[in-house]
């Protein structure tokens, strides 16, 4: 049985919470939407990621008050290159929704969240890592998982999976 | 020599301070954690971890592999908990496929799955209590896991790295006098965390080493990220097998524990309640165990028996074709996430509709709950950074993946 094709209309889509605060509040920071699987992703314009999370944070009907998971994908070749996927969770009502941001390969660069939860810290720092991606004000951008000096960014796709020898 | 000058460098802030590295390797960093000391006296001024000793790049391997042949790479990751990876791995994909899985597969994951966190704890009791210096609990507690990695041979050939849940339901069906076995250590089982809270719970020394220790708040530990027993412990009422229940956990009845003190003897609490509450869900998936196939009727994806390969023509085309350019996965994204014993193991799969996935990303619980560590111990004396460090149970195969 084949899942159901994603819904991608944003009309339809705009009375999950998360969606409706966000299109109030500034429908030009809101790209588009999707819902798959169950599961709510929305597109975020790049510049307004951190007030964003803030906005989501504090929402008093539905507080996605909690930072699950910070990630990215890369696209190589494809352009924008990098996805920057943030995992909001709510303990409250029990929901979850991925907010996206899409990123150039030319030295991508994007706000930090650790201002909303210190929590993002180690997730920056891993996306950093292993994919290059830069956080502007984030307290202590420095690799965590490879050595200080290596080279390169292991989970690019450009990046060979033996290494390069 | 260039990595050996190239770790974190950090200069003491005041005169009267000096700096202390505490592992990688210390016995009581559970692994190869490397704690950054800054020490004024015996009073920690400022703690940073530093980890990425063992990062062995399973992300970027799965990349390289079948769907099916991540399955053991999965174990890997939380070597004290395979199962419970092996689940929520399973449990992405399946979700990618739109794979419905039969009843008992779904029950007797929640079995093997609960048997895992008890095991689970009870390294984490045995080590955390030996850390503090109650050395005795050890052996008791390795004497009951014992008991479970032969379940877990039982089942699965294997004793720590079990890799026995498939894409599509599980591997085997268990062996003759599995059940029974299972039985009978859910009958014998709590009588032994009665011995284990007769050593610990009321004993002066232990409440002396972890009550008021290690203090977070609930708004803290939800800022940096903790869940599981440390966000528990700190009386944030969340649970996902009950409140965002996978793998039929909606069937079960258990009660969620928490503790709002916060401090180490709280999360302590918290899991010593916890392996009581798993013996429950134990006793009703026996009692409740539904009858039928064990895998999905999914002849793409899953690999058919042995014997009808031997006899019909289709199931040895299928097993041919799985083994040799898997399955192809519809293109999406999912993220799974199940209650690990240390909190939420999230999965992230992307597929983009090959036989291999694009993107594996795993949220490892520990990764969040260790940035809570700086928060407990800064303040407070050096001794009390190892009682922590224990509290909130990490894994490090799972913090650097």
New interface residues.
């Given amino acids: 049985m084949p899942p159901a094709p994603p819904i991608t209309d944003l009309e339809q889509l705009k009375n999950h919470p998360a969606v409706a605060r966000l299109l109030d509040w500034n429908a030009a920071a809101v790209q588009g939407a999707k819902f798959d699987r169950d599961e709510m992703t929305i597109y975020v314009d790049r510049g307004s990621i951190r007030e964003v999370c803030a906005l989501l944070r504090d929402d008093p009907a539905c507080p996605f008050n909690f930072l699950s998971d910070i990630t990215c994908v890369d696209w190589y070749p494809a352009e924008p290159r990098f996805e920057i996927v943030y995992h909001l969770l709510s303990i409250l009502k029990k929901e979850r929704v991925r907010l996206k941001v899409r990123l150039d390969g030319a030295s991508p660069a994007i706000e930090s969240v650790t201002s909303v939860w210190p929590g993002a810290n180690f997730f920056e720092r891993e996306v950093f890592d292993l994919f290059g991606v830069r956080f502007t004000g984030h307290p202590y951008l420095r690799r965590i998982l490879m050595p200080e000096d290596w080279e390169g960014h292991p989970l690019r796709k450009d990046y060979p999976v033996e290494g390069y020898r | 020599m260039?990595?050996l000058t190239?770790?974190?460098v950090v200069e003491p802030g005041q005169d009267r301070t000096m700096i202390l590295n505490m592992g990688p390797q210390h016995p009581s960093t559970h692994g190869v954690l490397r704690v950054i000391l800054e020490i004024d006296g015996e009073n920690v001024v400022r703690l940073m971890p530093d980890?990425?000793y063992l990062?062995t790049?399973i992300?970027?391997?799965c990349?390289?592999k079948f769907y099916q042949q991540v399955v053991p790479l999965t174990d890997r990751i939380d070597y004290l908990c395979p199962l419970t990876n092996n689940l929520c791995y399973v449990l992405a994909v399946e979700?990618?496929?739109?794979?419905?899985i039969p009843p008992k597969a779904q029950w007797l994951r929640v079995l093997l799955n609960e048997l895992t966190r008890i095991n689970s704890h009870l390294v984490w009791l045995g080590t955390h209590a030996m850390d503090i210096g109650a050395l005795t609990v050890f052996l008791y507690c390795f004497r009951e896991r014992e008991e479970i990695l032969k379940m877990f041979e039982m089942v699965s050939g294997q004793r720590m790295m079990t890799s026995y849940f498939r894409v599509g339901g599980i591997a085997l069906e268990p062996p003759l006098g599995f059940f029974d076995r299972v039985r009978d250590f859910a009958g014998y089982f709590p009588e032994k965390v009665d011995e284990y809270e007769n050593l610990l719970t009321g004993n002066p020394i232990w409440k002396m080493r972890t009550k008021g220790v290690a203090r977070i708040t609930a708004e803290d530990a939800?800022?940096?990220?903790?869940t599981g027993p440390t966000l528990r412990g700190s009386g944030?009422d969340?649970d996902l097998r009950r409140?965002?229940p996978y793998s039929s956990y909606e069937n079960f009845k258990f009660k969620v524990p928490v503790s709002q003190e916060g401090d180490v003897f709280a999360r302590y609490m918290c899991r010593v309640l916890e392996l009581r509450e798993s013996v429950e869900i134990i006793r009703q998936a026996l009692d409740g165990m539904p009858e039928g196939p064990i895998k999905a009727d999914a002849p793409h994806v899953v690999l058919p028996d042995r014997e009808k390969m031997k006899t019909q023509m289709e199931s040895l085309i299928y097993h041919f074709k799985i083994i040799t350019e898997g399955f192809a996965v519809?293109a999406?994204?999912?993220?799974q996430?199940v209650e690990s014993p240390r909190g939420?193991m999230?999965y992230?799969i992307?597929s983009d509709g090959t036989a291999k996935p694009?993107?594996v990303?795993m949220?490892s619980a520990c990764?969040?709950n260790?940035?809570t560590l700086a928060k407990m111990c800064e303040g407070r004396l050096l001794a009390d950074v190892v009682a922590a460090i224990g509290s909130i149970d990490i894994v490090l195969g799972e913090i650097?993946?």
């Avoid at chain 2, 979700?95 to 419905?100: A, D, F, N, P, R």
């Avoid at chain 2, 939800?222 to 903790?226: F, H, P, R």
């Avoid at chain 2, 999406?332 to 993220?335: A, L, Q, R, S």
């Fill in positions: 260039g990595h190239a770790t974190p980890i990425g990062h790049g992300e970027k391997t990349e390289a979700k990618l496929l739109g794979l419905e939800i800022a940096l990220g903790a944030v969340i409140d965002m519809p999406g994204e999912v993220y996430a939420e999230g992230y992307v694009y993107r990303h949220r990764f969040g260790l940035q650097d993946r």
